[in-house]
């Protein structure tokens, strides 16, 4: 038998839970707007200060940052403080968007516009609504939540096409090679979509991939595709 009282007492939760997602959305939305063009950069939050991961993060992310691209990473520790660094001492903003967790996550202190979620969800879509690039470093399950979470959206066109960029050869290739050797053959991805995402390890490499893919069309989105970020 149904408690009313539980019922209503539940409900009731799940509108303030939906209030404060809503509001997530609308102040992040609100400070964000003005920081294109912008690249989203994700890695692990365990790496040291003193990892060659850790000072390739900053390098990318400081010559991005010099190139006037806004730097956003998850605002933590590890390679996100790394990117954050990197960004905060070149010309562009470094955007942490930090998220309320019971380990490891610890805002750094290299952020020149701070964001604070509760909700993982609306957290993510900001690092896709306002990416024009996505530079994945090494990392755990975040960061391959974030990677294919970025592959789905534009696999299946509900996000624009950008640059989906891994840094570190030698530490992506068995995903890689799974996908190849695997995944596609038992015709779980299609024939194309591993070209939606490449492999660069030397940071100049990196933002001049980036640059070359816009140069045509520029940065700012089309109609259509500001269409599909409303709708993501």
């Known amino acids: 038998m149904i408690d009313p009282q539980a019922f209503y007492s539940t409900n ?36 040291q200060s003193d990892h060659a991961y850790y000072g390739t993060a900053k390098t990318i992310a400081r010559k991005l940052s010099d190139a006037g691209f806004a730097v956003i990473s998850g605002g933590g520790p590890g390679l996100m403080e790394a990117v954050n660094a990197g960004a905060h001492a070149g ?15 610890s805002s750094n202190r290299y952020q020149d516009v701070t964001l604070n979620f509760r909700y993982f969800f609306a957290r993510k879509m900001m690092f896709v609504r306002f990416a024009s690039a996505y530079v994945v470093l090494p990392g755990g399950f975040g960061t391959l939540d974030e990677l294919t979470e970025c592959l789905t959206l534009v696999q299946t066109g509900k996000s624009r096409r950008i640059p989906i960029i891994l840094v570190g050869r030698s530490y992506w290739q ?5 996908l190849t050797d695997t995944v596609a053959p038992e015709g779980m991805i299609g024939e194309h979509d591993m070209g939606l995402m490449r492999v660069i390890d030397e940071p100049d490499a990196v933002v001049e991939a980036i640059f070359d ?12 595709e500001r269409e599909k970020l409303l709708n993501l």
């Open 12 to 47: 009731g939760q799940e509108a303030w839970r939906l209030l404060g997602i809503m509001a997530e959305f609308q102040i992040a939305a609100d400070q964000l707007n003005g920081v294109r063009p912008a690249v989203s950069m994700f890695g692990s939050a365990r790496v």
């Open 91 to 105: 010309r562009a903003p470094a955007i942490g968007l930090n998220i309320e967790l019971p380990n490891e996550q």
């Open 174 to 178: 068995g995903f890689l090679d799974w």
């Open 213 to 224: 893919f816009y140069e045509n069309r520029g940065f700012q989105p089309s109609r259509d």
